[in-house]
């Protein structure tokens, strides 16, 4: 999957690119992408500050100047702000039975079997971050719920991008369209000596388990890994990426609100600008996508087509492809006006 920029791919591109440095990255990466799609299209640049990533938001531009000949025009720049995105730290360690992995033949893939398990929660753990990370927790970074989260009709404001859907009670959720791209909105990752791709993977039992604590006072002989992942986000232009809110579960399951929601899809794609400057994802829980897709079996609407994407078929709105998602709670609170 390309992106606008060599300096902004995804974090196995970034693996790969690093050799057989990125060896146990690519296997942690592989594992992780098969849990969440979001981990697989979410491209990530090299922090420019260590641990943080300097960068500038946008928040408006220039009008232009008509002149005259032999006229000069009085020099504008682009209203931006400069931020400074923040990564988060996570750590786990697998602990695996000597005994058990001396019953398998091929001891080393049994191991790596045991431990997917761990890859695959710390992986759905950092995507559950990436939508819902508070900015006021100091151990995580901002998700895409903590910029909108409210909705506005001042075309100058993020809130703008944020449509409600009507749904009140217990039982809300969204619907979110994100253009992943350098100039748009991408993960970060840092520049830290020993991390292949903002992964870290260390055996601490190479060669003889190691004696460990059963926690009831007894010990018996393991082998121990340790898992790093450190990552955060960075929106850089909130106009091409926006959110469908208070979609109400309990009263969602016919075609009436399909049709619903599909009219509030292409307004929200029509609000959304600079979709050119990346790719466009739309990402939702399955029982939304589900829907969806049996309007699209029995209603033949034309917004909603199943194409190909990276050899599996896949329902698309227009050209975007939906991707259903685990990690979009089902029990949001409700959004309000800003």
Request: proline share 3%; hydrophobic share 35%; net charge negative.
């Amino acid at each position: 999957m390309a992106y606008t920029s060599e300096q902004c791919m995804t974090l196995m591109d970034i693996a790969k690119a690093a050799g057989d440095d990125g060896k146990w990255s690519k296997e942690f990466i592989n594992i992780g992408e098969k849990a969440t799609p979001e981990f697989e299209h979410m491209p990530h640049v090299v922090c420019n500050a260590v641990t943080e990533h300097k960068t500038s938001v946008f928040l408006g531009g220039s009008a232009g100047q008509f002149k005259a000949f032999y006229e000069g025009i009085k020099p504008t720049k682009m209203q931006r702000s400069t931020i400074t995105a923040k990564t988060a730290m996570m750590e786990e360690e697998s602990v695996v039975d000597a005994d058990l992995i001396d019953l398998n033949d091929n001891k080393a893939a049994f191991r790596a079997s045991e431990d997917e398990a761990i890859i695959d929660g710390m992986v759905q753990t950092y995507i559950q971050n990436v939508w819902y990370g508070d900015k006021h927790d100091d151990k995580k970074f901002p998700g895409f719920s903590a910029y909108y989260n409210y909705t506005s009709d001042d075309k100058k404001d993020i809130g703008y991008n944020v449509l409600s859907c009507g749904g009140t009670g217990n039982k809300l959720t969204s619907m979110y369209m994100i253009t992943w791209g350098d100039t748009t909105v991408h993960g970060i990752i840092p520049k830290v000596k020993g991390y292949s791709a903002g992964v870290q993977v260390r055996d601490d039992t190479p060669e003889k388990p190691d004696r460990v604590d059963d926690g009831n006072g007894g010990k018996y002989d393991a082998y121990r890994t340790v898992y790093k992942l450190k990552g955060g986000l960075a929106l850089r232009d909130w106009r091409a990426s926006g959110r469908l809110c208070n979609i109400n579960l309990e009263e969602f399951g016919t075609s009436e609100d399909a049709k619903n929601l599909v009219d509030f899809l292409i307004k929200l794609t029509n609000r959304l600008k600079g979709k050119n400057k990346g790719k466009t994802f739309i990402y939702c829980p399955p029982e939304v996508l589900t829907v969806l897709e049996i309007q699209q079996r029995h209603f033949k609407n034309i917004n909603l087509t199943t194409k190909d994407y990276d050899g599996t078929p896949v329902t698309h709105f227009r050209n975007y492809p939906i991707f259903s998602t685990d990690m979009l709670m089902t029990t949001e609170e409700q959004v309000t006006a800003g």
